[in-house]
């Protein structure tokens, strides 16, 4: 029998605001059976701090991740059954020599979440700085999906600017931007909507916000858990 080969998506964490927004991304990569390659920025590593209390250490990162994959949006631990982690790979920032640093290495494409104002300038303009930002480039010229989820508000001419030619390089711009017909009640609402329109951008099927089906008032009609109808 042929072993099945590994073909992941690969996660780049830049230091925006919004690490809850990577957290729900990685769970329904976990959920849906996909693989995933992760990639956490050095800037990201604070925001992680400040947002959650969670130290990221290249040397304990399994464990690390899985704390902070169940956390909720509102940082109580516990809120998430911890995912199996088994098919996650993890490369350091710095790591100019990892696998998805080269186009042979194969992938199904990247996801930026989230995306900050000088991830955005450094994918735009090639500059692969570090690990996250030749990912990026790789994804591009390589012609997978790379989905951008931008997190900033308000977005400057030069930022706009960047985020047009990642557009037209072939990228998805997702701007993090909750929307309410959904029913939210909760914050975790809000970031699974955002996840669950990064995943829609990359194909994975996944159940984390209700789906608008062209009836007016259907957010006022009580959900099941994780976005069930």
Request: aromatic share 6%.
């Amino acid at each position: 029998m042929t072993e099945r080969k590994r073909t992941p998506w690969v996660v780049g964490v830049s230091g925006a605001s919004g690490t809850p927004y990577a957290a729900a991304v990685l769970r329904g990569l976990l959920a849906a059976g996909e693989s995933v390659d992760l990639v956490v920025s050095r800037a990201s590593r604070l925001t992680l701090l400040d947002e959650t209390g969670i130290a990221f250490r290249d040397a304990h990162w399994r464990d690390d991740l899985g704390e902070w994959l169940q956390r909720g949006a509102d940082g109580k631990p516990g809120t998430f059954a911890r995912p199996g982690l088994d098919d996650v790979r993890y490369w350091g920032a710095g790591d100019l020599a990892a696998g998805p640093s080269s186009g042979s290495y194969p992938v199904k494409g990247m996801l930026i979440v989230p995306a900050s104002t000088a991830c955005v300038a450094g994918v735009a303009l090639g500059l692969s700085k570090d690990l996250l930002q030749r990912v990026a480039s790789v994804t591009l010229k390589e012609r997978r999906r790379l989905v951008v989820a931008v997190r900033e508000t308000p977005l400057n001419g030069q930022t706009l600017r960047h985020l047009v030619a990642l557009d037209e390089a072939g990228a998805i711009v997702l701007p993090a931007s909750p929307a309410f017909y959904a029913g939210a009640t909760h914050i975790q609402d809000l970031v699974d909507f955002v996840a669950g329109r990064v995943l829609d951008a990359a194909g994975v099927p996944h159940r984390l916000y209700r789906r608008w089906e062209g009836e007016l008032g259907g957010s006022r009609t009580p959900r099941e858990a994780n976005g069930g109808d």
